[in-house]
């Protein structure tokens, strides 16, 4: 009988195959959530605090309701069900609950006959604030105590020293994820006191159950649909209008729609959790770890959403990729009134990558070796104990292979002439080439794949073999990362048959298939469409006592025993399955234990100009090699990689939301610098294919570890061209001409 593994199909696994949703997000045909529409649609807008603390005294609605075209104005009075709500934690009221802890806090939501008169209602509310002082600064935070969690990592020795020993102080800003499409959903009632909800989101399943409790509605009265999402990363995976939007529908009888524009979106999503850390590294005279001390402390806004586990993220890669017996570490992440931090790309590695990176770079000028040199020295590998938990890395973790793979990539030449495109003022003419400093820097980074610290992680699926072909259903939210194409592919290959369609299925239809976060879909629905398709098949040539599959029917020795229209005579044949990963543990109280399913390793290399005398940079090319386990589809894996690296390169020399007394100063695409195409780098990519222990076909996530190591190395880079210590990010002009 033919294995999965050495079938060849045509569109299966290991080709580039080309993306369903392609071709009509390329002209402009597909159906984001802001596109839907409804008979008898309203529109819904929301008041929001202007404060970031602040005691609501008075609030009337009347002059609002007495507007012609103004079907509802809904409050906190008006939740039927729990009034809190949050992915982890509930503690996050749906509307203001009298006090407005964050900038940008729904106090209260109209629904209207068009958009302008939702705008117009809104503005007529009449609010009356007491203002109260935020609490802004983490430190003081931590210091009264007020945390959503604290850890503690102790491993080996605490009386243990190294010989060379440098130490510092580093900071990462808040980051926003920028999705281009905006928060939008659409909430239909059913006319029977339930409703169709079509939102935003990463995790529909645990959307619906935070929406029910707060509806207070049984689970089967509300379907929540997945709709097409503009950018995700870590911006859709908590609440923001769907609670909102459902009210509205149940109170009107009528669907309602709503779209945040671009200055409510950057206050209707999470942030990435500003950072500080200290940092102690010590090691011998070679430069190998003997100990690592640090304390870390993460600012998560005003409400818990994933906080708790962004900062075990953070603390169990507080040393990165590389061996070390001695490891003593103290995190925290502190609630304050700044903007709610919670999930983006990277998820508490990238502000660890950072700092533990720098520490490399200093580790390597004290001993006098390459940087290169003194991460191959303590390069972590598949076998040895991770450094701050213990447990032992299974499948691979070929870090060695990725240094190597980097360090083959040929540098860019010296750039001839003087085309004003290609320096750091750009063609503002501001500096001569004579004046730019070029810099190399590298970095490697460290994450862990999938849920961690005994969560149930699970993904369900069902793969269907119909007349026409095979359909593949999930909930697994495609956010643009490519997850359909390769359920497609992992189905074809295993079954042999050229026609694949992904359904995506609501609430009602199908179980979870967790969140697309955590780099863990293409190895978690993956997976389970990879068990679900061998299930099927399976089954089949068992009834039909065939010994091949593919997309004539059933075969024995080269033999067509039976059609596909004969294997479904009596209905479409299915097999469903629940996937899950490897067990994982809950840590001790020292952070030990076996917490993690499995972990990528990545490295970066950054090559970038530098104008000295007015701070600016230009980021000529960032090199990465990482670790994907099996390249399921190629093309999608270098464009995960390019896109992750520019933003990383966002972090490192641009990307910063200006918060002031708590309230975000620069909330639109003007004023919150992104990289644009004229910015991107040129990337050269290798990636190493070492198949891991449970992905389908080997296969590990390969979404994240591109946003985490590029960062510190393009500032590698800038420190390198300028000689100054840079220890914090973005890195700013200031910081490089030294005011």
């Known amino acids: 009988m033919t294995s999965d593994t050495d079938r060849r199909v045509r569109g299966g696994i290991g080709e580039s195959v080309r993306r369903p949703d392609a071709l009509p997000k390329a002209i402009g045909n597909f159906a984001y959530a802001s596109d839907l529409v409804a008979d008898e649609m309203l529109w819904g807008a929301t008041l929001r605090s202007p404060y970031a603390r602040a005691r609501l005294v008075r609030l009337d609605t009347t002059p609002a309701l007495s507007i012609a075209g103004v079907q509802a104005v809904l409050t906190q009075e008006d939740v039927p069900g729990l009034s809190t709500f949050g992915q982890v934690h509930q503690d996050q009221p749906v509307f203001c609950d009298g006090e407005s802890r964050y900038w940008g806090e729904p106090v209260a939501v109209v629904a209207a006959d068009d958009p302008e008169t939702a705008r117009r209602a809104v503005e007529a509310i009449v609010v009356e604030w007491e203002v109260l002082e935020p609490a802004t600064d983490p430190e003081l935070a931590a210091a009264a105590g007020d945390v959503f969690r604290e850890m503690e990592i102790r491993r080996g020795d605490s009386d243990a020293a190294g010989t060379v020993i440098v130490e510092g102080f580093y900071e990462t800003a808040t980051q926003d994820q920028a999705p281009?499409?905006?928060?939008?959903?659409?909430?239909?009632?059913?006319?029977?006191?339930?409703?169709?909800?079509?939102?935003?989101?990463?995790?529909?399943?645990?959307?619906?159950?935070?929406?029910?409790?707060?509806?207070?509605?049984?689970?089967?009265?509300?379907?929540?649909?997945?709709a097409g999402i503009g950018g995700a990363f870590g911006a859709r995976e908590d609440i923001s209008l769907h609670i909102h939007i459902a009210l509205l529908a149940l109170s009107t009888g009528r669907p309602v729609k709503m779209v945040y524009n671009r200055s409510e979106s950057f206050a209707g999503h999470v942030k990435r959790h500003p950072a500080r850390m200290w940092y102690r590294h010590e090691a011998d005279a070679d430069g190998r770890l003997i100990k690592v001390t640090a304390r870390l402390l993460l600012d998560g806004g005003a409400y818990a959403h994933t906080s708790t586990a962004v900062l075990a993220n953070a603390a169990f890669f507080t040393v990165g990729p590389y061996k070390c017996d001695n490891v003593f570490a103290e995190a925290a992440v502190v609630r304050t009134n700044n903007p709610p931090a919670g999930a983006m790309r990277g998820f508490g590695a990238v502000q660890t990558c950072f700092a533990y990176e720098s520490q490399m770079d200093r580790l390597a000028e004290a001993i006098g070796v390459t940087p290169l040199e003194v991460r191959r020295r303590n390069a972590l590998v598949a076998g040895d104990p991770l450094n701050t938990s213990g447990q032992i890395i299974e499948g691979s973790l070929p870090t060695l292979e990725v240094i190597d793979a980097l360090e083959?990539?040929?540098?860019?030449?010296?750039?001839?002439?003087?085309?004003p495109r290609r320096l750091p003022g750009g063609t503002g003419l501001t500096t001569p080439r004579a004046a730019v400093r070029r810099g190399i820097g590298y970095a490697l980074s460290l994450k862990n794949l999938a849920f961690s610290e005994a969560f149930d992680d699970y993904a369900d699926a069902r793969v269907v073999l119909t007349p026409a072909g095979v359909e593949v259903h999930t909930a697994a939210i495609e956010v643009g990362q490519g997850l359909i194409t390769i359920c497609q592919q992992i189905a074809r290959t295993v079954l042999g048959i050229d026609h694949v369609a992904v359904v995506w299925d609501d609430t009602s239809q199908i179980g979870s298939a967790g969140s697309t976060s955590a780099s863990r879909q293409t190895q978690m629905t993956g997976g389970a469409v990879h068990a679900a398709a061998v299930g099927l098949r399976q089954e089949i040539l068992a009834t039909h006592d065939g010994d091949d599959l593919s997309g004539d029917g059933v075969y024995r020795s080269g033999d067509l025993l039976a059609t596909l229209a004969d294997v479904c005579a009596a209905g479409p044949v299915e097999h469903s399955v629940r996937f899950r990963h490897p067990p994982t543990e809950e840590p001790d109280e020292f952070g030990q234990g076996a917490v993690h399913a499995g972990f990528a390793v990545a490295a970066h290399r950054a090559v970038v100009d530098v104008d000295l005398e007015l701070g600016l940079v230009r980021v000529l090319q960032v090199d990465t090699a990482q670790d994907v386990g099996k390249a399921l589809n190629p093309q999608a894996v270098v464009g995960q990689l390019e896109g992750g690296i520019l933003q990383g390169v966002g972090l490192a020399v641009m990307e910063e939301l200006v918060i002031d007394d708590g309230v975000i100063r620069n909330p639109t695409f003007t004023d919150y610098l992104l990289p644009t195409f004229l910015d991107a780098p040129n990337v050269e990519t290798r990636i190493i294919e070492d198949p891991?222990?449970?992905?389908?076909?080997?296969?590990?996530?390969?979404?994240?570890?591109?946003?985490?190591?590029?960062?510190?190395?393009?500032?590698?880079?800038?420190?390198?061209?300028?000689?100054?210590?840079?220890?914090?990010v973005p890195v700013r002009p200031d910081d490089i001409i030294g005011l």
């Open 408 to 419: 083959s990539i040929p540098l860019p030449a010296e750039e001839a002439g003087d085309d």
């Open 180 to 226: 281009l499409g905006p928060e939008a959903g659409l909430a239909i009632p059913d006319g029977q006191g339930g409703l169709d909800l079509y939102v935003t989101s990463q995790w529909v399943h645990v959307d619906h159950r935070q929406i029910v409790a707060c509806l207070g509605m049984d689970d089967d009265a509300v379907r929540c649909h997945p």
């Open 692 to 728: 891991d222990h449970w992905g389908p076909f080997g296969a590990k996530g390969v979404g994240e570890p591109p946003t985490i190591s590029s960062t510190p190395a393009v500032v590698a880079a800038i420190r390198e061209a300028t000689g100054r210590s840079l220890t914090s």
